[in-house]
Nanobody
């Protein structure tokens, strides 16, 4: 059974940092591209960051220069380091693993940026 479990969310003040983790099990993790998405209330889901199985990365325009995605295949985990957080970064963050016809999602973790 494939599981993706996000962790690391919480409440942080503007300008602060959080590191999200997406821990995978039940799949050959190194084969999969991993993406972080977020969705705020009343807004469409937005691609935040992606990392290929070989480690190449890309980012949504709104987070470039502030967020960094990385992966540790030995730990079956992808990280999202989020710096200089803004109130508009408030959302539920979910990770997605995709390879061939396989597409798996985690449940998400809430990030709230507020005073």
């Amino acid at each position: 059974q494939v599981q993706l479990v996000e962790s690391g969310g919480g409440l942080v003040q503007p300008g602060g940092s959080l590191r999200l983790s997406c821990a995978a099990s039940g799949l050959t993790f190194s084969r999969y591209a991993i993406r972080w998405y977020r969705q705020a209330p009343g807004k469409e889901r937005e691609l935040v960051a992606a990392i290929s199985r070989l480690g190449s990365t890309n980012y949504g325009d709104s987070v470039k220069g502030r967020f960094t995605i990385s992966r540790d295949n030995a730990k079956n985990t992808v990280y999202l380091q989020m710096n200089s957080l803004k109130p508009e970064d408030t959302a539920v963050y979910c990770c997605n693993a995709m390879w061939s016809t396989y597409d798996f999602w985690g449940q998400g973790t809430q990030v709230t940026v507020s005073l």
